[in-house]
Structure formats: structure tokens, C-alpha cells
């Protein structure tokens, strides 16, 4: 009876360790598990069948896998760290301090995509300014680093997930797409460069910290890796190659990379596919979007960032629309705003919040007023502009 006892006892603590791995895995992964929630609830509307197989866009799932593959290399060996150290040290005031850490993850956010600009460079960030005492600069620089990272991506089809997906979809042609895209990036640097320059005082500083010499021959390796992967993503390639030639290459020089890719990205991709597959579907909400949609494509989709995020908003409203350009511009700079607007500011909130747990209410005040700042002067400037033909 007691070896029963204890049994079930065992059986209950196991059932309740991998009850609370698995809600831990969905708490950190908000937009995933809504994305598959929204999948399923569409699937009751509409039943599965093999119109599902033409949901999935695999050419843009293979090149955000093989880009994030290579950028968590490049990450293992500190590239971007080291890099990213080497131009912090040539500054040594606070103001050009906080200039060079933004500017850093807003030209990361070019060439790795936003979520791991911000995984690699939030940190160096906390580095900087805890070791150099100058912490009141803390949630200002996180938050210019996380708009950074969403407006800055906005200028290359790797930049961010849902240019990718707009990207492949509507198959724009390079110079077309960075021509639609220039206005905002260049308008979102300048508004950047004024903040950092009126909140951030020119206190002196040093910086210090560990220099790690790069391993040649797998830096070399990994940059040919990731020059394919942009290849790929410029339809220089075949993506069929790179799903191949990178993961191999991966499998012998650094498996830890392949296992640290961003899956519930990925997996958010696949239920958000599965989700605007369906509702394209639905004739009450297919008439309604395209009336929506039809009426201004821009400022839908900056409005539907602010509720469902910017990457499933590009997943659905492109279902609805051909206006490729409005809707790339809108799901950009709609990445400004709220919170939940992108996974990338989940992503800082998250990163401040573990260092200062007792001043996330002081975090989300200021990232409110900065967020929405920047949203309503770039919405607003592109709104005119639209109006008067100029874009």
C-alpha cells in the first residue's frame, strides 16, 4: 500500500515538473501560442483539407531558418560581441556611447533580423552601462535599441520576418522594395540620432571589458555561410541548397547553433499561415478585410500591429490585398507602439525585466511614450506623403 502510495506520489511530481516545463515554454512564448490558438479556433470554421498544403510559404521558412542558423554561429563565436566592443571602445562619453550601442542594433537589424540584433546587442548594452555605472541610461537605451532593431530592419528583405514573407510573396524586386522603404529608414535614423542626443548627457566614461580573439577559420566559414543564406534570400539560389549545404555544415562545425534557432518563430510562421489561410476562406471576413483594406492599406495594417503584432498582420492582410507597397510600409513602422506590436519588444521587455524586475512599471511608461512618439510621426509623415502621391 505504501509502495502505491509512493508510486502515485512519484507519478504526480513527474505529471506536475513537465506541467510546468510546458506552461514556462508558453508564457515565454506568448505569440506562438496565440498564433497556434487562432490556428485552431479557424480550423473549426474550416475543416481541414488539402487546400491547407497551399498555406505554407516554404521558401520563406527555409531562408528565416538558415539566416537565424548562421547568425547563432556567428553568435557562438562572439562575432557581433567583439565586433560591437571594438566600435563601444572608440567612444567615451555616455551620449556617443548610447549613439554607438543603438546605431549597432539598428545596423544589425539590417543584416541578422531584429529578434537577434536585440538578443546579441541588449546585452553588450547592460554590459556597457552597468560596468561604467551610468545604469539611469538603462531603460532609455534599451528602449532606442528595440525600436532600432524594429525600424531598422525595415530597409532589407532579411531585416525583419514579415519582409521576408512580403518579400517572397509578392516577389518585389530588390531595388523596389529597398526604393519603398528608404523614406521611413531614413526618417526613423534621424528621429533616433535626436533622442539619443537630447536624453543622453555627455558624461564622461571608460569601458572595459574582456577582448576575445575570433577563431579565423570558422569565422570565415560562417560569414560564406551567411553570405549563401542572403543569396538565398535574393534569389540568387535555389533555397533547396541552402536548406541542404548550411544545416550539414552546421552538423559538423557547431550543433549548438542549429539548436539554438528561434523553432517558436518559426512554428509562429507556420500557425499564422494556417490562420490567414483560413480566414481567406471565410466570406464574411474576407469581404470585410478587402473592404478595410481597399479603403487605406497603410493605416489598416499600422492598426492591426497594434493588436495582433506585425508579422501575423503581414500574414493575414496580404491575403486581402495586392498593394504590396502600403502594406510593407504599414506592418513596419506598425512595429513601434504597443507592447505586443512586435516580437522584438517582447523580446527587451523581457531582457530589462530580468535585470530590474521592480522597474518594469517605470519601463513600460517610458517605452509607451517613445513607442507611440515614433508611431505617430512616421504613420502620420507617410500618411501625407501618400496623400500627396509622393510614395
Not at 277 to 286: C, E, L, P, S, Y
Not at 304 to 322: D, G, R
Request: overall charge positive.
Amino acid at each position: 500500500m505504501a509502495m502505491t502510495h509512493a508510486v502515485k506520489k512519484a507519478h504526480s511530481s513527474i505529471l506536475f515538473k513537465y506541467i510546468k516545463i510546458i506552461i514556462d515554454f508558453l508564457k515565454k512564448n506568448v505569440v506562438m501560442t496565440v498564433a497556434f490558438a487562432a490556428a485552431m479556433l479557424t480550423c473549426i470554421a474550416v475543416p481541414v483539407d488539402h487546400e491547407y498544403l497551399g498555406y505554407f510559404d516554404l521558401k520563406t521558412l527555409t531562408c528565416l531558418f538558415t539566416v537565424l542558423a548562421v547568425v547563432c554561429a556567428l553568435k557562438n563565436i562572439n562575432f557581433f560581441y567583439t565586433i560591437a566592443q571594438k566600435i563601444v571602445e572608440c567612444f567615451k562619453t555616455a551620449r556617443m556611447c548610447v549613439l554607438s550601442l543603438v546605431y549597432i542594433t539598428f545596423l544589425g537589424s539590417m543584416l541578422i533580423a531584429n529578434d537577434m540584433a536585440l538578443l546579441t546587442f541588449l546585452p553588450l548594452g547592460y554590459f556597457v552601462l552597468s560596468s561604467t555605472r551610468k545604469e539611469k541610461y538603462m531603460a532609455f537605451t534599451f528602449i532606442m535599441q528595440n525600436i532600432s532593431a524594429n525600424l531598422g530592419g525595415m530597409l532589407t528583405p532579411f531585416g525583419n520576418p514579415q519582409n521576408l514573407y512580403l518579400y517572397s510573396k509578392f516577389n518585389i524586386p530588390n531595388i523596389e522594395f529597398m526604393s519603398i522603404m528608404v523614406i521611413p529608414f531614413a526618417l526613423s535614423i534621424i528621429l533616433i540620432t535626436i533622442c539619443c542626443f537630447i536624453f543622453v548627457k555627455s558624461d564622461t566614461m571608460e569601458i572595459s571589458g574582456t577582448k576575445t580573439a575570433l577563431p579565423k577559420g570558422r569565422t570565415a566559414i560562417y560569414l560564406v555561410l551567411f553570405a549563401l543564406s542572403i543569396a538565398i534570400v535574393f534569389r540568387g539560389i535555389p533555397y533547396w541548397i541552402g536548406l541542404i549545404v548550411i544545416p550539414s555544415a552546421l552538423m559538423f562545425l557547431d550543433r549548438k547553433a542549429l539548436k539554438m534557432v528561434d523553432y517558436p518563430l518559426l512554428l509562429t510562421f507556420v500557425f499564422f499561415f494556417i490562420f490567414a489561410g483560413n480566414m481567406a476562406r471565410i466570406d464574411a471576413v474576407k469581404d470585410a478585410f478587402s473592404y478595410l483594406m481597399s479603403k487605406n492599406t497603410l493605416l489598416v495594417s499600422v492598426l492591426s500591429c497594434q493588436f495582433i503584432s506585425n508579422v501575423p498582420s503581414a500574414v493575414l492582410l496580404s491575403q486581402f490585398t495586392s498593394d504590396y507597397s502600403s502594406l510593407l510600409v504599414g506592418v513596419n513602422i506598425g512595429g513601434a507602439g504597443t507592447l505586443i506590436a512586435s516580437l522584438a519588444s517582447l523580446i527587451t521587455y523581457r531582457e530589462y525585466s530580468r535585470h530590474y524586475p521592480n522597474k518594469t512599471k517605470g519601463y513600460i511608461k517610458k517605452f509607451s511614450i517613445f513607442n507611440f512618439g515614433f508611431l505617430f510621426i512616421l504613420t502620420g509623415t507617410m500618411l501625407t506623403l501618400q496623400h500627396f502621391g509622393v510614395c
